[in-house]
């Protein structure tokens, strides 16, 4: 059962205009939202989170927006660049005996062309 | 910089080998955790542990195992490498917060 979910293997983004990578879930006990970035051969980056108590939160040319009615959150990015193409992981948190363990989506794959 | 290291960064190795993937972390985490990750997948955790002789298995069952002898290092080891391993292996560390740091990522190939 996948809790974490980003039914968009792949995304292609004009440079420029913005990107919207979306993500649901369906355990109501995630408490806290992140979204990683990674490129190949790499590890992911953290990129942006948010708080369940929150609905949007900003971080230059990066916004999360969190829906806790529709158990959905996307990432906005404006504008986008050709090093924003990669793959981006959304991740959700949940703290069981003092270990914050992440549940991670199957990913997106972004590509910004020129 | 990196503050999470993982080695090696590829490895391609024979069935039945025994392997040991390296994690060293220096920012003092108390918490490590072992992902596995397979093209096109997320990330499945497969091991965690909270501090010094703390280890647990995570949600998805691996035939791997590992130890916390020290705070900054969390080695994972297969017995008995098998084809069905072929994956590529991410370690990370946090602190009481949520943020996760990962290594670099082990590419791990059985032939």
């Not at chain 1, 959905?72 to 404006?78: A, D, F, P, T």
């Not at chain 1, 992981?89 to 020129?114: E, M, Y």
């Amino acid at each position: 059962d996948q809790q974490v979910k980003q039914n968009s293997p792949s995304l292609s983004v004009q440079e420029g205009r913005i990107s919207i990578l979306n993500c649901d879930y369906t355990n109501s006990m995630f408490d806290y939202f992140l979204w990683y970035k990674k490129y190949p051969a790499e590890g992911p980056t953290f990129l942006i989170s948010i708080s369940s108590i929150k609905d949007k939160n900003e971080d230059g040319r990066f916004t999360v927006f969190l829906n806790k009615s529709a158990k959905h959150l996307s990432l906005h990015i404006v504008p986008s660049q050709p090093g924003d193409s990669a793959v981006y992981f959304c991740a959700a948190s949940w703290g069981i005996q003092g270990a914050q363990k992440l549940v991670f989506g199957q990913g997106t794959r972004l590509t910004i062309n020129p | 910089e990196a503050d999470i290291y993982q080695t090696p960064r590829y490895l391609v190795i024979g069935t039945g080998k025994k392997i040991t993937l390296e994690c060293s972390q220096t920012m003092g985490h108390d918490k490590m955790y072992w992902y596995q990750q397979d093209p096109g997948m997320e990330l499945h955790l497969i091991h965690y542990s909270y501090g010094v002789n703390s280890t647990e298995k995570g949600d998805l069952s691996s035939e791997s195992t590992v130890s916390r002898i020290r705070t900054e290092h969390f080695p994972l080891t297969l017995e008995s490498a098998r084809p069905s391993h072929t994956s590529q292996y991410l370690c990370a560390s946090s602190e009481q917060n949520y943020g996760y740091t990962f290594g670099s990522g082990t590419r791990l190939t059985v032939v």
